[in-house]
């Protein structure tokens, strides 16, 4: 198991692009990665749970993989928040 904590940059927070992109890179690993901010969780394979995270930018999110795939899956999904989400 591989954790690493981000924050989310976007200013419209976690948002239906960013997940979707997320979702699909899960989809293609053999690696379960589970996104948590705060209390809740939120399966990197389900959009719906993703964006019921409710992450708004400044938010911080722990990244939680797990799997064969585990350290490629970690690098692909933090590599969202730091090329993705980012301010305009």
Avoid at 22 to 27: D, E, F, G, R, S
Avoid at 29 to 43: F, I, Q
Wanted: hydrophobic letters at 45%; aromatic letters at 2%.
């Amino acid at each position: 198991m591989v954790r690493k904590k981000v924050i989310v940059r976007d200013i419209h927070g976690l948002h239906l692009r960013p997940a979707a992109r997320i979702v699909k890179a899960c989809l293609g690993m053999d690696s379960n990665v589970t996104l948590r901010k705060g209390t809740r969780n939120a399966n990197g394979r389900s959009i719906l749970e993703l964006l019921l995270l409710d992450a708004e930018s400044g938010s911080e999110v722990e990244i939680v993989a797990e799997g064969r795939e585990a350290e490629i899956a970690l690098k692909k999904v933090t590599g969202f928040f730091e090329e993705v989400c980012v301010v305009p």
